[in-house]
């Protein structure tokens, strides 16, 4: 872990790879002490927000240093604490063949892989709402397409590197596109607007 300073208000943790981001995110975001505003994970990084009347940024750094990783519980073990939702998709994306000639698997299976493990959200970016689930089957990790294109629809659902993701809106995007959901993704008057959010597990169905 190396911790980087991002202003009067803010650090940034460091870590080798995202299970290890995800193992401290899952626990320093169950005990946060007071002062502590915001918790965010990405890729390689976890920042985290203070408010600098409350608390002292040594005495987050300690926290963040201190704070034992947890380990991402089985399904059989998981809480009430684990927030889960289901999503229904229809697998009706159109590198849903390309995808299946990549992994390997017929069309059936793809989908099968794909709804049959539950994912977890590890972080959001891109675009306000989007967020980036791991977790699923080693046999669905596909590479972006070579030419991303310029309008992916909302509700648009695809494959790429170990991730999979829903498009919250209109937007350009490289992902292999497998499915289409209807569940609104980021609603501006919901509280909180995004559905896909650090640590919610996602189990998809097959519409």
Known sequence: MRILDAGESAILAEFADLDTVLAHFRALDKSRPPGIREVIPAARTIAVRFDCHETRKDRVVKWVRT????????????????????????????DLEEVAGYTGLNVDEVIAAHIGTPWTVAFCGFVPGFGYLTGG???????????????????????????????????????????????????????????????????????
Do not use: C
């Open 137 to 207: 089957p080693p046999e669905l990790q596909v590479p972006r397409r070579d030419s991303p294109r310029t309008g992916v629809p909302a509700g648009a659902v695809g494959l790429a590197g170990g991730f999979t993701g829903i498009y919250p809106r209109s937007s350009p995007g490289g992902w292999q596109l497998i499915g289409t959901t209807d569940e609104p993704i980021w609603e501006p008057a919901r509280t909180p607007p995004a559905l896909l959010r650090p640590g919610v597990v996602v189990r998809f169905v097959q519409e």
């Open 67 to 94: 704070t034992q990783p947890q380990r991402q519980a089985h399904t059989s073990e998981r809480g009430t604490g684990t927030e889960e939702i289901r999503i229904a998709v229809r697998y009706d994306g159109p």
